[in-house]
């Protein structure tokens, strides 16, 4: 199934070579976990970042369905 | 005393007068120090009804305890004044390297009153203050002002002025330092423009005496080497500033978007923090002796917007950018130089501008009387208009007066995206709604620095909070609003401060905080009396807007975000219940319902 990975601020780093702007489309297997999902594209447990499924945050380990939008990106303030 | 230096200058314009007063130590102890300080000052001097421009209002610059201590990011002050812009209080807070000098001048708070019969500037060198002539420095921008005040006084010294709008009371006007730091909101530019004073400037090679300075060093750098080890992990403010911010809003579905009509930006991409990265940025820019660097230092080749300084920061980019439906970040860059140039708040400068462009697309704004088309998009448009408000020129008279009075002046307040005539910073509260009730209670009027939920709402820290929950927001703004009051009024900065010395719950137990103000200034605070004090400080300036006329109506929000539910987005089909939130919020906050606090309440601040 397609989801759609947004990777802001520092979690750009793990951004595919060419990717446009600040968004990839993946192809992932039915039942895929949020958390599996961004140990595919490498990034660390322990980065504990935000992580918002559909524009809304998520309590567990969600799995993911078709067409879903995940933003991930860091704890942290702006102003 | 330590940490604070217990003295005041106080400087009477009209007399071309300065005197040092010593500051009672109870008092000091009670309001922590500066926008404490200040608000103690403005109720016992000032009649709250006092006109904002009138010589009477007092303006205050105001450091606090830790300002120009080893405490990292200690490099805070603020302007505090009665607002021509709202009619309430004005609470504008900035950083940079001219907070510490000042406090290493001598003195922990500036006070002037009365008006001077001519331009002039204050020019303190260690403990000495002079009131100067300034006729030759009126009319010049704040870079040209800056560069001539440094060559007549030190090359070392630091300078805060105005720029043209101050000068020209521009109601939006701000109070620049360092060039391109900003005390921007609430207009308080314009007292300072009433006043004919021109500028501060000052040199101070003197050191903050402290309580107890070896454990003050010894927990200072131990915070320090914790946000250093962070940022070696990656740090999104080093690395591209607040301008990552865009991206998350618009994920969440909060940018503000032409004129708050919406909270997704199709543009979102194209202004955000790593455009500025890869484009602009020349090098990261750390305010005096901060461990982040959060602030941008560029510059702009793009011939037709070209030009250099710092920034743009988030809220610039939401109110000049996606308020304006303006996804240029060239055009974003150089309406922001422009506004720190002529010293102009870009908040307000674009939510005025966007007010003007949804009332010119909906008919209400006669061409004729814009002296232009203004649609949505129109980079070139938020540029001349910047200019026409900081010189009242044309339709700029009316931007200078800010996004209420421009809307009721063609008959469409309601179009005004303010509370209490002070506009929205980057946050729709439709969609983060502890916001919302920020907005309608903050002492200022709309402020996100009032006490920003958004941390929690938006960002997860110290956690994660459902942004569209109302349930806990009364306790949680209560909360927020009162530990901001105590990082003001310690002269401390709120990004390392809310992450680094608060307990990390939503709660804000300022644990490390109390710590730093008790190695400072020996006056044995615990967390709960520290706490008190952010409460007592909050409490003392709603009596002051009280007095001053304002009531529980003014405790409200445009009808677009109490009626008009966001159209797009995560947050679609929501509003503001902010009827829903308002009377536990008194409640908490031991008001009676009319948003009066109770005789009980001031008698357990000790301020009946």
């Known amino acids: 199934m397609k989801v759609q990975l947004k990777l802001f601020a520092t979690f750009r780093q793990y951004l595919p070579v060419g990717a446009e702007g600040s968004t990839v489309e993946l192809e992932v297997p039915s039942g895929t976990r949020v958390t599996e999902l961004l140990a595919t594209i490498g990034i660390p447990q322990q980065e504990s970042p935000m992580i918002l499924v559909n524009g809304r945050g998520i309590d567990s380990d969600r799995i993911l369905v078709e067409g879903d939008v995940v933003a991930v990106f860091p704890a942290m303030a702006g102003g | ?608």
């Open chain 2, 1 to 608: 005393m330590f940490g604070w230096h217990g003295k005041v200058l106080r400087v009477d314009l009209t007399q071309e007068t300065t005197r040092v007063e010593e500051v009672d130590p109870k008092m000091a102890k009670d309001f922590i120090g500066g926008r404490g300080w200040a608000i103690k000052y403005l109720h016992d001097e000032m009649d709250p009804k006092t006109e904002p421009l009138a010589p009477e209002n007092r303006l205050i610059f105001a450091t606090g305890p830790l300002t120009a201590t080893p405490a990292p990011t200690g490099n805070r002050y603020m302007v505090i004044t009665k607002s021509p812009l709202t009619g309430a209080l004005a609470c504008s807070n900035a950083g940079g390297i001219f907070p510490t000098e000042m406090k290493r001048s001598g003195f922990d708070l500036f006070l002037f009153e009365g008006r001077a019969s001519r331009p002039v500037y204050l020019w303190i060198h260690d403990g000495e203050a002079e009131i100067r002539p300034a006729t030759h420095l009126w009319g010049k921008n704040v870079h040209e002002a800056t560069d001539i005040l440094l060559e007549e006084t030190d090359a070392k010294a630091r300078v805060a002025c105005i720029g043209p709008a101050g000068e020209n009371l521009v109601k939006i006007a701000a109070i620049m330092n360092d060039k391109h730091r900003a005390a921007a909101r609430s207009g308080v530019g314009a007292v300072m423009g009433s006043k004919n004073l021109k500028a501060v400037v000052v040199r101070g090679t003197g050191d903050v005496p402290l309580a107890h300075p070896a454990e003050m060093k010894a927990l200072s750098k131990e915070v320090r080497s914790e946000v250093s080890r962070d940022v070696k992990k990656g740090s999104s403010l080093r690395e591209y500033g607040t301008a990552y911010v865009p991206v998350v809003t618009n994920e969440i579905g909060i940018l503000p978007t032409r004129n708050f009509q919406t909270g997704v930006f199709e543009g979102t991409e194209n202004i955000s923090g790593h455009v500025l990265k890869e484009k602009f940025l020349r090098r990261p820019k750390p305010c005096f002796g901060c461990p982040i660097a959060c602030g941008r230092d560029t510059e702009v080749d793009d011939p037709d917007y070209a030009g250099e300084g710092e920034g743009p920061e988030y809220e610039t980019i939401a109110a000049l950018g996606s308020a304006c439906g303006v996804d240029n970040l060239a055009a974003v860059t150089k309406a922001n130089y422009l506004c720190n140039e002529l010293g102009l708040d870009t908040i307000s400068a674009g939510v005025t501008i966007s007010c003007a462009m949804e009332m010119f697309e909906k008919g209400f704004l006669p061409e004729s009387d814009a002296g232009r088309p203004l649609r949505f998009g129109d980079a070139d448009a938020v540029i001349a208009l910047i200019k026409q408000a900081a010189y009242r020129e044309g339709f700029g008279d009316l931007v200078a007066e800010g996004s209420y009075r421009l809307a009721s002046h063609y008959g469409h307040p309601e179009l005004a995206i303010t509370a209490k005539k002070l506009e929205f910073p980057g946050y729709d509260p439709r969609g983060a709604k502890g916001m919302g009730l920020l907005y309608a209670t903050s002492n200022i009027g709309a402020s996100h620095m009032a006490g920003d939920i958004a941390y929690a709402e938006v960002f997860g820290v110290p956690e994660r909070i459902d942004p569209l929950a109302i349930e806990d927001k009364p306790h949680l703004v209560h909360r927020f609003e009162d530990a901001f009051a105590l990082i003001d009024a310690a002269g401390m900065c709120v990004f390392l401060t809310l992450r680094y010395l608060f307990d990390p719950h939503v709660d804000l137990w300022p644990t490390r905080l109390t710590q730093l103000m008790n190695y400072a200034t020996g006056a044995g605070y615990t967390p709960e009396t520290m706490l008190e004090a952010g409460e007592r400080v909050y409490n003392l300036e709603r009596l002051f807007l009280l007095e001053a006329g304002l009531t529980k109506a003014d405790d409200t929000l445009p009808k677009r975000m109490l009626e008009e539910p966001l159209p797009d987005g995560p947050g679609k089909g929501q509003v503001v219940e902010l009827d829903r939130m308002l009377p536990e919020f008194y409640r908490l906050r031991g008001w009676d319902e009319n948003g009066v606090p109770t005789d009980e309440k001031l008698a357990s601040l000790g301020l009946k």
